[in-house]
């Protein structure tokens, strides 16, 4: 088990060494920044709890079929995560060789998607279900004709991949997943209530320091009394905003940053890409557009513009709109952003006429402006004007 976690051994070890002794709890915390493998291991976990045999990742009973093709009824997803940058990346993949390798990559980063819709969660919402039904059923056949095994031309193929890729878009574009709100952890309760008595159960929460107040509250009720025959899997990048009260009923698992050398693995093994900068992050953001070379210069400008107060957003804007136009590249941007902000902080970089007191503040700013993109939905370029309003101040 755990044979498809990638250069994360300390966690993979933590959790057979609990699973063996029969220790692992009930409700986990998988903390650690992007891209580090969270999801993954959470995914496996959820497998190996539902193992009808040995648990080993080639298994071929039911439970491990369905777990590996994300149909498993006894595990829900629920949360955002970037959907769309992945669904880029494996359908880069797939393009470049048709295998079943890289036919179950893609099928998998789309249904991590299509999972979050499970019926049952939106019934209560069928206005947002209708608005995405068409690119919803247009990514569902997609993915069920990309099984591995189905014959197909690699015109087909590469038709199948495009159509999904855009349908996870729309979707993305029509529904907010960022923001977890208490309808959803009310149905997930409710679920958790019902079946089969004893089947074990898996509830996946991503992100889950996005959740609305209500709903934190919501969940801090179900973890109180946890049903015995469920597991909570909560990741988060950002420890420190999960009410103290849940982290208490939580076991945190920390995942530490691969590093570029670990990626390369990663970008080698389950990317089939020698990608020369080695960094999953920077994979994931050029394949959605987001080069990192365009990235830094346009953080940095933005920095630059707004401390010295050159021109107004406007006339910023005017000459790229990229980053501010779209939710998922704005949010791009805000890392970016924040990440030169910390290297400035830490005489890593220069930012003209900045003091350490508003390189603090700005920090503190950036975050509450994604906060507020992801939490609350504002549009990225209300936030973005905003944000450079605040900056240009004496």
Request: with cysteine; hydrophobic share 45%.
């Amino acid at each position: 088990m755990f044979e498809n976690i990638i250069c994360q051994d300390q966690i993979v070890a933590s959790l057979t060494s609990d699973l063996a002794a029969g220790t692992l709890p009930s409700a986990l915390l998988l903390w650690g920044p992007d891209f580090s493998g969270k999801l993954s291991v959470a995914l496996e976990l959820a497998r190996v709890l539902s193992c009808e045999e040995e648990a080993v990742w080639g298994c071929g009973c039911k439970a491990c079929a369905a777990q590996r093709l994300l149909t498993h009824p006894h595990t829900i997803l629920i949360g955002g995560r970037y959907f769309y940058e992945e669904a880029c990346a494996c359908a880069e993949v797939l393009r470049k060789k048709d295998s079943p390798p890289a036919r179950y990559l893609f099928v998998r980063a789309v249904r991590k998607l299509l999972r979050r819709f499970d019926a049952f969660l939106w019934e209560d919402r069928e206005a947002d279900l209708r608005k995405i039904a068409p690119a919803f059923a247009a990514a569902q056949e997609a993915v069920d004709s990309l099984l591995p095994g189905e014959g197909l031309s690699a015109e087909k193929t590469a038709e199948l991949a495009a159509s999904a890729r855009e349908a996870v878009k729309k979707i993305c574009e029509a529904v907010n997943l960022d923001a977890i709100r208490i309808d959803l952890l009310r149905r997930a309760s409710a679920w958790t209530h019902v079946g089969a008595s004893g089947a074990q159960k898996i509830l996946i929460i991503e992100n889950a320091d996005r959740m609305r107040e209500e709903a934190r509250n919501s969940l801090l009720k179900i973890l109180e009394e946890p049903p015995a025959h469920v597991r909570f899997i909560l990741t988060t990048t950002r420890r420190a905003a999960i009410l103290p009260t849940m982290l208490s009923r939580l076991r945190t698992y920390r995942f530490l940053p691969r590093g570029e050398e670990a990626d390369r693995q990663v970008l080698a093994k389950i990317f089939r890409e020698d990608y020369p900068m080695g960094s999953l992050r920077d994979f994931f953001r050029s394949s959605r557009g987001a080069s990192p070379a365009a990235l830094s210069s346009r953080a940095r400008d933005f920095l630059t513009k707004a401390a010295s107060r050159a021109e107004a957003f406007s006339a910023f804007l005017a000459r790229d709109d990229s980053f501010f136009t779209d939710k998922t590249l704005f949010r791009i941007f805000l890392e970016e952003l924040t990440r030169t902000l910390s290297s400035a902080l830490y005489g890593e970089e220069k930012l003209p006429a900045v003091s350490l007191r508003k390189l603090e503040e700005w920090m503190a700013l950036a975050r509450r402006t994604r906060e507020s993109l992801d939490v609350l939905n504002i549009a990225p370029a209300l936030l973005a004007q905003r944000l450079y309003t605040v900056m240009g101040r004496p």
